[in-house]
């Protein structure tokens, strides 16, 4: 079976420059979450949305970040305008229901420059 | 605020040995509780899930969950050099989304 698919994998771009993040979540899955990790603030949760809605958003860090969820399978988070301390993994997960567990992506590697 | 607390670590043992990694939380209506492990520069892979008081066993692994004490920990038997990695701990309270702790790093020496 799939699993959560996230692109590009690694993501090096110049401050100041728009960066997209893309993720397909697992087939059926009706939850899906966007988080940053970092070595000092741990696993961050950015946004929340079922079935396609966006429900939690308050860990957006503040209006550069957009994100969008136009369908079932597919979702994107957006950086626009990106900048160094934007830096880290971002990773999509995806979960079947109100009790079940996150199925996380291989991540996104940004640096921003 | 609901928070999930565990030792940072590192969790040092032999191989071979029983390595026990704790998490307690602070939402007595927490319902379903995870184990992830996170591999240096992987993303969080699921391994155990609980969601009753007790124990629950799967090859080497146990997750054990009290709900009076609010704390669940995992014991990784027979722990092998492969099992180092960072794992994480995820308590849900009746919605969608968990709250993570910071994780434990667990480094199992030859």
């Known amino acids: 079976d799939a699993g959560v698919i996230q692109s590009p994998r690694h993501e090096v771009t110049e401050m100041g420059q728009e960066v997209t993040l893309r993720c397909k979540p697992i087939?059926?899955?009706?939850?899906l979450f966007w988080y940053r990790q970092t070595m000092m603030r741990g696993l961050e949760l950015l946004i929340y949305f079922n079935n396609n809605v966006p429900i939690d958003d308050s860990g957006m860090p503040e209006d550069r970040f957009s994100a969008k969820m136009p369908n079932a399978s597919f979702s994107t988070l957006k950086i626009q305008p990106s900048e160094p301390r934007d830096s880290a993994v971002y990773f999509c997960?995806?979960?079947?229901?109100?009790?079940?567990?996150?199925?996380f992506g291989d991540g996104t590697r940004l640096s921003i420059l | 605020q609901k928070e999930v607390e565990q030792n940072s670590g590192p969790l040092s043992v032999p191989e071979g040995a029983i390595a026990s990694l704790n998490c307690t939380y602070s939402?007595?209506?927490?319902?379903?509780f995870f184990w992830y492990r996170q591999y240096s520069g992987k993303s969080p892979e699921l391994i155990m899930s609980?969601?009753?008081?007790g124990d629950k066993e799967d090859g080497r692994f146990t997750a054990q969950l009290n709900k009076a004490s609010q704390y669940v920990s995992l014991l990784i038997r027979d722990s092998q050099p492969s099992d180092s990695a960072t794992y994480l701990c995820?308590?849900?309270?009746?919605?969608?989304?968990?709250?993570f702790g910071r994780g434990t790093s667990l480094i199992v020496h030859p």
């Open positions: 087939s059926g899955h009706n939850s």
């Open positions: 995820a308590v849900k309270g009746g919605s969608y989304i968990p709250t």
């Open positions: 997960a995806s979960s079947l229901g109100e009790n079940q567990p996150q199925h």
């Open positions: 609980i969601y009753s008081n």
């Open positions: 939402d007595r209506g927490s319902q379903s």
